[in-house]
């Protein structure tokens, strides 16, 4: 059982930017995926980033491409999305999601550990 951990939500008003963090216990860190996904209320869960185990590849949501950037860290094993020019459409928890190889996916089938997730919140 992989643990999986987010941080960094909170409140903020639209235009600004805050940077979420998530730590994964997956072994090796390196060898995997990873992804960010989120769901508002009321909506299903959807994709937001996903990245390369070795962190080239990246793919983006067209909601958040120009906005959002992915990047991972794997000498420390954390995986970062900085998210700026937020909207009140950006609401939402936020979870970190461990892929299941090393390849990045939209899907969330693609994703076998799931953080708690973190609340993001953008005031109008």
């Known amino acids: 059982q992989v643990q999986v951990v987010e941080f960094g939500g909170g409140l903020v008003q639209a235009g600004g930017s805050l940077r979420l963090s998530c730590t994964a216990s997956s072994y090796p860190f390196s060898k995997y995926a990873m992804g960010w996904f989120r769901q508002a209320p009321g909506k299903e869960r959807e994709f937001v980033a996903s990245i390369m185990s070795n962190g080239g590849l990246t793919y983006y949501a067209d909601s958040v491409k120009g906005r959002f950037t992915i990047s991972r860290d794997n000498s420390n094993n954390t995986m970062y999305l900085q998210m700026n020019s937020l909207e009140a459409e950006d609401t939402a928890v936020y979870y970190c999601?461990?892929?299941?190889?090393?390849?990045?996916?939209?899907?969330?089938?693609?994703?076998?550990?799931w953080g708690q997730g973190t609340q993001v919140t953008v005031s109008s």
């Open positions: 999601a461990v892929g299941r190889s090393g390849w990045p996916d939209r899907s969330e089938i693609a994703y076998d550990s």
